[in-house]
């Protein structure tokens, strides 16, 4: 798999979210939620990420193309992306974590 | 009982949003858009939202489907033309499209180059564009459409001036070149003020 670097924060939660396949007004609510309204991202923005994610093969359309309320769910590759991701964030906290704990 | 109203806002895409929804709030709902008319019926006063969006650039068949993707969210889009003229069976070449540059015909993509997106008022802010990467994509496609086109008119204006001087073709052309060169130089800025916070935030 190629070295992805780091997600943006847009990017991880919208394939967090397709561990269950939803459209994207569900995608849009579900980050609302989880981050108690701090992310919240515009219709433009989320049809640009979900296009994005889809073309690399992180994510995948359900059903038929032109069906009402397209739905997506995340690939393998998606989440093997995903698990990455954590790994990088567990090392970065716990290096962050090291400095700080050091100085107080 | 309707009510029609006459503005024109070509490329202040911002102004015409800003427009839209005061007339929310005074309680006026849009219906229709012409070239330079705007039909509204009363509604709550802010019961609506309005936002301008730039959809030039993309081919008819993306810009549909991104229409679509914002009538499944729940919203209405109407399509708008930016310009003034009348056309059938007209083709204009858009360098500054996706890709390559894209061809605007008629019927396709020429007359529909801005989306007015309505959504009911839930309290939250309404907007469209809100991702740091997705907000440089936008001013971006902006710069370059009123760029090029200010570069254009530019042409035209020193070509007039050396072939005839001050006459008023030259005159008009200035006038133009800079009636345009406004929203590239508008997105320039806040492009390069997105830029500098990217640099540091996502």
Redesign the interface.
Known sequence: MENVGALTEVSLFILLSLYEPRHGYAVMQFIEQQTDGRLRLGAGSLYGALNNLADKGWIEPLGEADRRRREYRITLIGKKVVQGEIRRLHQLTAFAEEIVGEQT | MSKRVYRYFYGFLDKQQSFLNRMAREGWRLMRTGRISYVFEPCEPDEYNYCV?FVAHKSPRASQD?QR??D????RVMTKPLNINYSIGKVRVRPWGEGWGKLATSPGAFNKELLI?EKKNDG??F?????M???M??YRTQRSAWGTLALALAAFAVYSLVRYGWAWQAVALSVLTLFHLWPAWQSHHILKQLKAQSEVM?
Do not use: C, S
């Open positions: 969006d991104y993707f914002l499944e969210m729940g919203y997106v939250k802010p907007e469209l564009h809100t991702t990467e997705d907000r994509a936008y996502e």
